[in-house]
Nanobody, 124 residues
Framework: VQLQASGGGLVQAGGSLRLSCVAS????????VGWFRQAPGKEREFVVT????????LYTDSVKGRFTISRDNDKNTVYLQMNSLKPEDTAVYYC??????????????????WGQGTQVTVSS
């Protein structure tokens, strides 16, 4: 499965962006999908993940209440709505997929397929 992330951009602190991750090559219906981010000079970190059905989600503490993940399996697309953005949210955001019916974890090594990343820059 191939993943294409998009929707990044430059936004002021307090603003919003919606990222999209479109899967192609095969249906992503059976895949859990996560979003990760990597800031300059830092390691890639987990942000949020969603199960194949959309029924279960897991967020890192720093984005709880501000970010919302959702998916539309008919469109093979996972969305990340980011509100109340902060300068510390600045990073390249990657979506990743894992073929599982279990609830995915935040462990990078669990994910088999990765998109190319989309830059999110939040100015103060």
């Amino acid at each position: 499965v191939q993943l294409q992330a998009s929707g990044g951009g430059l936004v002021q602190a307090g603003g919003s962006l919606r990222l999209s991750c479109v899967a192609s090559g095969r249906s992503a219906r059976n895949y859990g999908v996560g979003w990760f981010r990597q800031a300059p000079g830092k390691e890639r970190e987990f942000v949020v993940t969603i199960s194949w059905s959309g029924g279960s989600t897991l967020y890192t503490d720093s984005v709880k209440g501000r970010f919302t993940i959702s998916r539309d399996n008919d469109k093979n697309t996972v969305y990340l709505q980011m509100n109340s953005l902060k300068p510390e949210d600045t990073a390249v955001y990657y979506c990743a997929a894992v073929n599982t019916f279990k609830v995915p974890s935040g462990k990078i090594d669990e994910y088999d397929y990765w998109g190319q990343g989309t830059q999110v820059t939040v100015s103060s």
